[in-house]
Nanobody, 129 residues
């Protein structure tokens, strides 16, 4: 059974940093594009970042560009989201998601949640003084 376990969330002051981890079990991340999404209370889920099967290809939402970094370690079957200079508006539940890469789509970084078919349970990030 395909499963994700997200970790690393917590309470941090504005300007602080957190690193989220998304560990996969039951499948190998090598053949998947991975995305991070977030959902704040009363708001719709929004795209944060994605990394392609080709790990050097990444894509970010404008709101996090320059502050967040997505990366993958296929040897550890884990994807990370390094979050720096956190702001109160970054407060949300963060989810990782995966979609199996089709032949020829090795640089694909989907940004719509509808394109992903495997989701984690989420980890809470709260940015507050």
């Amino acid at each position: 059974q395909l499963q994700f376990v997200e970790s690393g969330g917590g309470l941090v002051q504005p300007g602080g940093s957190l690193t989220l981890s998304c560990a996969a079990s039951g499948f190998t991340l090598d053949y998947y594009a991975i995305g991070w999404f977030r959902q704040a209370p009363g708001k719709e889920r929004e795209f944060v970042a994605a990394v392609a099967w080709i790990a050097t290809n990444t894509y970010y939402a404008d709101s996090v560009k320059g502050r967040f970094t997505i990366s993958r370690d296929n040897a550890k079957n884990t994807v990370y989201l390094q979050m720096n200079n956190l702001k109160p508006e970054d407060t949300a539940v963060y989810f990782c998601a995966a979609i199996e890469v089709q032949t020829g789509s090795y640089y694909y970084t989907p940004s719509s949640g509808n394109e992903y078919n495997h989701w984690g349970q989420g980890t809470q990030v709260t940015v507050s003084s």
